[in-house]
């Protein structure tokens, strides 16, 4: 079992940046795969990043590609995600996820999830 909860959301302008953390527990979590998912309203969880569990690989959808970084920090339990020059399209809540297998960009693949943080972006 691994528990993440996840905090840094908020209320921004367009351009501006914001960071997300993810605090993940749980017994070795961190051979897990951690990452990112939004969902704006009316629409699917769709993938933002994802890092495996010894930080060797990282994926990033397109759209996000050049603003985004993802990093981990498995001695502080956390994975991050740096988010800058937000655009109005990034609004969503943001969730934290882990995965136990292979890597997939489906969200129905990945095992456990945070409560999600807001994230808006005001033009």
């Known amino acids: 079992q691994v528990q993440l909860v996840e905090s840094g959301g908020g209320l921004v302008q367009a351009g501006d940046s914001l960071r997300l953390s993810c605090a993940a527990s749980?017994?070795?979590?961190?051979?897990?795969?951690l990452g990112w998912f939004r969902q704006a309203p009316g629409k699917e969880r769709e993938f933002v990043a994802a890092?495996?569990?010894?930080?060797?690989?990282?994926y990033y959808t397109d759209s996000v590609k050049g603003r985004f970084t993802i990093s981990r920090d498995n001695a502080k339990n956390t994975v991050y995600l740096q988010m800058n020059s937000l655009k109005p399209e990034d609004t969503a809540v943001y969730y934290c996820?882990?995965?136990?297998?292979?890597?997939?960009?489906?969200?129905?693949?990945?095992?456990?999830w945070g409560q999600g943080t807001q994230v808006t972006v005001s033009s």
């Open positions: 890092i495996l569990w010894n930080g060797g690989r990282i």
């Open positions: 749980g017994h070795t979590y961190t051979r897990y795969t």
């Open positions: 996820g882990a995965e136990s297998g292979s890597f997939s960009r489906n969200y129905a693949g990945w095992d456990y």
